[in-house]
């Protein structure tokens, strides 16, 4: 068995051969997906028991609305995380750890996932000054957190200039007239925007693109290699009525 995915809501007389299959040997894992709709009731994360041992091979992992592997090992072997609105038992080092030692992750979506990371995020006390590299990432989503969370965790990684970026922040009942440069506030703080984010700064960027309310500001530049990277940001807010997607 190489690729496992929910999609759909599972029927209880289906339970006992999906709770079989979990149970079972799982050790040709690679690719797991499990997005169960709103009105999903089943939470098999205490089925999956998702580890190194039990599933060596697995480097794909797309989680939604459940419990999210609290294992170093998998975690750090991972090409692909996408986790949304998932709990967890971990704690903001211990996710940070995880990321500093995977040199393979090519992919990280997170989405209303950050705020349930116990703890301060501070980065490893070996590359607080270095932070933590992720060599190999393409792709990086990070949505429903508020700007300074989203902001906060940007500054300790260290990205490709050749990233596709793209933020999405909530500023949930902030009143609008305190709402100041929203845009800004995704990003890490100046002293170390570029070196987390080089994107922002190459010249291989095919596009720059950002919303918010009826503001709209839009960059295309010529790439200059083959490899190209792209910039996506969006700020939403509960408190003004025509926020543009």
């Known amino acids: 068995l190489r690729s496992l995915s929910f999609r759909t809501h599972i029927s209880p007389e289906w339970m006992p051969t999906l709770l079989e299959i979990l149970g079972g040997d799982l050790t040709a894992l690679e690719n797991l997906h499990y997005f169960p709709p709103p009105s999903e009731h089943h ?3 205490h089925h999956l028991a998702l580890t190194h041992s039990r599933t060596p091979l ?4 797309d989680l939604v609305g459940t419990r999210a592997p609290s294992d170093m090992a998998l975690l750090s072997r991972l090409r692909k995380l996408s986790l949304s609105a998932c709990s967890t038992d971990l704690t903001a080092s211990d996710f940070l750890s995880a990321l500093a030692s995977n040199a393979r992750l090519e992919v990280l979506e997170l989405s209303h996932f ?34 300074h969370l989203t ?3 940007l500054s300790l990684l260290r990205t490709p200039p050749t990233l596709n970026l793209n ?3 909530d500023l949930g009942e902030t ?11 995704l990003l890490p703080p100046p ?9 922002l700064a190459s010249p291989t960027v095919t596009s720059i693109t950002a919303r918010l309310y009826q503001w709209f ?4 530049t010529d790439s200059l290699g083959s490899e190209k990277g792209s910039v996506s940001l969006e700020v939403l807010s509960a408190t003004v009525n025509s926020w543009y997607t």
């Open 43 to 45: 939470n098999l994360s």
């Open 58 to 61: 697995l480097h794909t992992l």
């Open 114 to 147: 950050l705020d349930n990371l116990s703890g301060r995020f501070n980065a490893p006390p070996s590359l607080r000054e270095e932070g933590i590299a992720l060599p190999r990432l393409r792709r990086l989503c990070l949505s429903d957190h508020s700007p």
């Open 151 to 153: 902001s906060v965790f």
């Open 167 to 169: 933020l999405s922040g």
């Open 175 to 185: 009143e609008p007239d305190q709402i100041v440069s929203p845009i800004v506030w």
């Open 191 to 199: 002293s170390v925007r570029l070196s987390a984010l080089p994107i």
């Open 217 to 220: 500001y839009e960059v295309h």
